[in-house]
């Protein structure tokens, strides 16, 4: 098992909860070597319950960074994604990712995405797949956000595989379709095993099929894990978020 590559490997809770929750993950992370600090402000839910903290996390993500992290949010609108970009590249000159989410399937909202990160080097897009199996669609959704003006260098991919999950998955993973996306766009492509697993033991078992899987000598560029300082007591996702000491097993 080869180790897996820390510079892109993003990892960290789903959704950001407090200062504290938001701190403590970007020293877990630190210490392990990983560069980028997932935790969301803003979670599209399927019913109603916790959303996110929204506007009043946008101070944790500058602390994460200022820990010498890039903190990666999802952001639902061009509006988060103008917040997020000003309060961390734009204040403190840092890096930071924003991510369009599987659900977020508005190409405006796309185009604006790429629009407002267009010549901003600090800013990265990372792009999932959207929720249903289309190679043409989630191409469609590359060519969007580069249509709005973003460089293809500040743009990654990540698969989170396709609902619905069968055999007792989340979301069902297309490994071939995302080799396919990788080279066709010629991208990085992360994989989400946190989605596709929907709960911790299958997050494992697919991180490292993931991990092994190479077709004619390409695979997946990185990680994006859901990783939580105590998953029990999750407001999103509890099932899937591991804990740190299981993060560690993922590579072994
Ligand atoms: C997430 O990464 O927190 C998320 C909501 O994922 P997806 O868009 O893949 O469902
Ligand atoms: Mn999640």
Do not use: Y
């Not at 916790?50 to 200022?66: H, M």
């Amino acid at each position: 098992m080869k180790e897996i590559d820390r510079q892109m490997t993003i990892a960290g809770p789903c959704a950001a909860e407090s200062r504290e929750q938001v701190v403590k993950s970007a020293h877990m992370a630190k210490e392990r070597g990983i560069a980028t600090l997932r935790a969301s402000l803003w979670k599209p839910r399927t019913k109603p319950g916790f959303d996110g903290v929204a506007i009043q996390g946008i101070e944790w993500l500058g602390e994460v960074a200022r820990l010498g992290l890039r903190p990666a949010t999802e952001v639902l609108t061009e509006d988060n994604a103008k917040q997020v970009i000003d309060s961390v590249s734009g204040k403190l000159g840092r890096e930071v990712l924003i991510w369009i989410g599987s659900r977020n399937q508005n190409h405006f909202i796309q185009r604006n995405i790429g629009r407002l990160a267009s010549g901003e080097k600090l800013v990265k897009i990372l792009i999932k797949n959207q929720p249903w199996v289309s190679q043409d669609h989630w191409m469609g959704i590359i060519d969007h956000v580069i249509s709005g003006g973003a460089d293809p260098n500040q743009i990654i991919l990540c698969h989170r595989g396709f609902a619905p999950g069968t055999n007792g998955l989340r979301n069902n993973p297309d490994f071939l379709m995302a080799m396919r996306v990788k080279k066709e766009s010629g991208l990085p492509m992360l994989i989400d095993p946190s989605h596709m697993g929907g709960e911790r033991k299958k997050v494992l078992e697919i991180a490292k099929l993931a991990q092994d899987f190479k077709e004619d000598g390409i695979g997946f560029d990185g990680l994006m894990v859901e990783v939580h300082p105590n998953p029990d007591q999750a407001l999103t996702d509890k099932t899937q978020q591991l804990t740190w000491e299981q993060f560690d097993q993922i590579g072994k």
